[in-house]
C-alpha cells in the first residue's frame, strides 16, 4: 500500500504543519507566508514598517526558538522594504542563549539579517513565565537603542499571553495583566510590539521546526496556570480571540504606572519581576563567526 504524504492546502507541496483549529495544511513556504502576514497586520497596528527601518528581534530568554522564527517571518514580511531585522541573542557571565550553528549560518544568510551577542549584567534569571518575559523586554529595548534600532519585535505569542494572564490572576497580581494586552510598549524611546500575539505558539515552533532554527535558553520558566491549561487546552492550543478580548478589558480597567525598565504595569517604580531579576545593564558586539567556537555565541 502507498501512503500519500499529506499536501499543502494552498499549493499542493508537501506538507510540513497541519493547522488544528482551521484543519489546513501547509508546506515550509505557506506556513512562513502565512506568519508573515500575521505579523504585518500586527504591525500595521501600531504604524507598520516604514522603508530602511531596523527592528530588533531578540532570541528570547522565554522562546529563543520562537525568536529565530519572528526573525524569519518578519524578514519575509517586509520584502521590498528594506527593513534591517537585528537578531540578538543574550548571554550572561555564566549562561548564554545557545543557537545551534546550523541556525546562526542559516539566518547569517538573510540578506537583511544582522546577528548581534548581547551581554546581561543580570543579578538572578528569572523563574517565572511573566518575569522572564519582562526581562526579555528591558533587554531587548536596552540593546536596540545602543545599536540604534527604533523599533523591537518581541516573539510573544498567543499562548504565552494567555498563560501570562492566567498566572497573574492565579497569583493576585493585577498589575501583571498589562503583558496579556495586545499593545505595544514605548521604553526609552524603543517601541516594542508583540508581533505574533496572533499566531499560536503552536504554528510559531512549527515555523521554527520547518526551517530548522533551533536554540535553546537557560530559562525554564514557571507557569502557575501551565498544567491546569494544557489538560483543558490539550489538543487545541489556539485558542480563540475572544479569551483576550476578556483580558483586555480586564487589564484596561487598571491604569496603573508603568515600569521604566520593561514597560508593563507596575505597582509603582520598578516593577516586582524586574526588581527580582535585577538588570543592571547591556552591552552589544556584533556576531562574528568564531573557526575555534562553531557555536559562538
Ligand atoms: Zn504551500
Ligand atoms: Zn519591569
Not at 500519500?4 to 510540513?16: D, I, L
Not at 529595548?141 to 510573544?156: D, F, H, K, S, T
Not at 479569551?243 to 508593563?264: E, I, N, T, W
Amino acid at each position: 500500500m502507498v501512503v500519500e504524504a499529506p499536501r499543502c492546502s494552498v499549493c499542493g507541496r508537501r506538507a510540513v504543519y497541519k493547522r488544528s483549529y482551521s484543519g489546513e495544511l501547509l508546506c515550509e513556504r505557506c506556513l512562513l507566508r502565512s506568519l508573515a502576514r500575521s505579523v504585518k497586520r500586527q504591525a500595521s497596528r501600531s504604524g507598520g514598517f516604514r522603508p530602511r527601518m531596523r527592528v530588533l528581534v531578540p532570541a528570547a530568554l522565554t522562546a529563543p526558538h520562537l525568536g529565530l522564527a519572528l526573525a524569519l517571518a518578519l524578514h519575509e514580511a517586509t520584502r521590498g522594504l528594506d527593513v534591517t531585522v537585528d537578531i540578538a541573542v543574550p548571554a550572561g557571565r555564566e549562561w548564554e542563549v545557545y543557537v545551534h550553528p546550523d541556525s546562526l549560518a542559516r539566518l547569517m544568510k538573510l540578506p537583511r539579517a544582522r546577528l548581534w551577542k548581547a551581554l546581561l549584567r543580570l543579578r538572578r534569571l528569572p523563574s517565572s513565565l511573566r518575569a522572564c518575559l519582562r526581562l526579555d523586554r528591558a533587554w531587548s529595548a536596552a540593546a536596540a537603542r545602543l545599536i540604534g534600532a527604533g523599533a523591537v519585535g518581541l516573539p510573544v505569542t498567543r499562548t504565552t499571553v494567555i498563560l501570562v494572564m492566567l498566572d497573574s490572576l492565579m497569583e493576585g497580581a493585577d498589575w501583571g495583566l498589562s503583558d496579556a494586552l495586545e499593545e505595544s510598549v514605548d521604553i526609552n524611546g524603543v517601541h516594542v510590539a508583540p508581533l505574533l500575539y496572533s499566531v499560536e505558539g503552536e504554528a510559531a515552533a512549527a515555523l521554527a521546526a520547518a526551517w530548522r532554527l533551533y536554540a535553546w535558553s537557560p530559562c525554564k520558566p514557571r507557569s502557575l496556570s501551565a498544567e491546569a491549561f494544557w489538560s483543558v487546552a490539550g489538543r487545541r492550543p489556539e485558542l480563540e480571540f475572544s479569551v483576550q478580548k476578556v483580558v483586555g478589558l480586564l487589564a484596561r480597567g487598571s491604569s496603573r504606572a508603568r515600569c521604566p525598565l520593561c514597560g508593563g504595569a507596575s505597582p509603582g517604580g520598578v516593577c516586582p519581576d524586574c526588581r527580582i531579576s535585577g538588570l543592571e545593564g547591556v552591552e552589544v558586539e556584533e556576531f562574528k563567526p568564531s573557526p575555534g567556537r562553531p557555536g559562538g555565541i
